[in-house]
């Protein structure tokens, strides 16, 4: 079955590298901050810097799809000394534009795989090993670009991004949500 389903796949992707036109690549490079929103991850963490980077396929429609990584670099825990777990995603995405002479607007939603990158810490004279664990998460969002110059763009983007079951253990699991303002630069080669 296994066989059959990557045979599939294998063939899916031979027939769309014949249309893939790499003209059609913008990529991007993002850096703001990751602030937590509600429930314990709120309560208990706070803001974070955040970089990320993508490359996005204009598919010649007012959608396009893409593909980032991104970074924010430890949330610091607000009680235990030396805890800052930072949050590494990698998610696949879809945008929606609008246009208006010189400025694009969007709409974006992603899904994709979250990890908790947490360094080892001390709380209470016990000893915690970091370690990374991975997460499925998604976010949306809005933003807006400005043409500085043919095919590089400055612009704001607006997003909301959802870990579930994040941080903590067994039923205690806590997932988290972070809004992530943040400016991004694009280039089109």
Do not use: C
């Not at 079955?1 to 993002?30: C, E, H, K, N």
């Not at 970089?51 to 009680?79: D, P």
């Not at 991004?161 to 089109?188: C, D, Q, R, V, Y």
């Amino acid at each position: 079955m296994r066989a059959i389903a990557l045979s599939v796949l294998l063939l899916g992707l031979a027939g769309t590298a014949s249309a893939f036109d790499a003209s059609r690549l913008d990529y991007s490079i993002m850096a703001g901050y990751a602030k937590p929103v509600g429930g314990n991850w709120a309560k208990d963490y706070r803001s974070s810097p955040f970089f990320g980077a993508g490359v996005e396929y204009n598919t010649g429609t007012e959608f396009r799809w893409g593909l980032e990584v991104g970074y924010n670099t430890g949330h610091e825990h607000k009680v235990v000394t030396k805890y800052d777990p930072g949050m590494l995603f990698i998610a696949p995405y879809l945008k929606e534009y609008r246009f208006y002479d010189s400025w694009e607007y969007y709409a974006q939603i992603g899904v994709g795989l979250y990890h908790r990158v947490s360094p080892e810490y001390t709380d209470a004279g016990v000893t915690y090993e970091g370690g990374l664990s991975g997460k499925l998460g998604a976010n949306g969002g809005l933003g807006f670009s400005y043409y500085l110059a043919e095919g590089f763009k400055v612009g704001i983007d607006l997003r909301v991004h959802h870990a579930i079951e994040f941080l903590g253990i067994g039923p205690e699991m806590a997932s988290a949500t972070n809004f992530t303002p943040s400016l991004t630069l694009s280039k089109k080669f």
